[in-house]
């Protein structure tokens, strides 16, 4: 039992002294960067001329949706011709490392069901 006690409450106190020292670096660097990050969102603001809602329509919605179709784009290329192979060989799916139109194109062969 006082191996247990020794263990946790060494452990415990380990565990809060890290925690403390990452929250004194951490509010050191925001000191430090706070009027930073301050300035870009008054430049921001003032882009857009005070106009918050258009802020969130392009912040909110439009940057996450172009950023998914970019990189799902180059995904995509990836499953339709198989190029290049140092992605292409990671691929999990029935096909193998088949482009996905050849691996289509072969379950049906295989499977002449319909």
């Known amino acids: 039992m006082r191996r247990t006690a ?14 403390n020292s990452v929250t004194w670096h951490l509010q050191r660097f925001w000191g430090a960067s ?3 990050w301050q300035a870009q969102w ?3 603001l003032s882009t857009f001329e005070g106009k918050e809602w ?5 912040g909110a919605t439009q940057v996450p949706v172009l950023l ?3 990189f799902n784009g180059l995904l995509l290329v990836v499953d339709t011709t ?5 992605i292409s060989r990671y691929r999990i799916q029935v096909g ?7 691996a ?6 295989l499977n002449r069901e319909w």
């Open 42 to 44: 008054e430049r921001l």
């Open 54 to 58: 258009a802020l969130y329509i392009i």
């Open 6 to 19: 020794f263990i946790l409450g060494s452990g415990l106190l380990l565990l809060v002294a890290f925690w």
């Open 34 to 36: 706070g009027y930073f």
């Open 68 to 70: 998914f179709w970019a």
């Open 104 to 109: 289509w194109l072969h379950g049906m062969e």
């Open 82 to 86: 198989g190029k290049p192979n140092f």
């Open 96 to 102: 193998k490392n088949e482009p996905a139109g050849l």
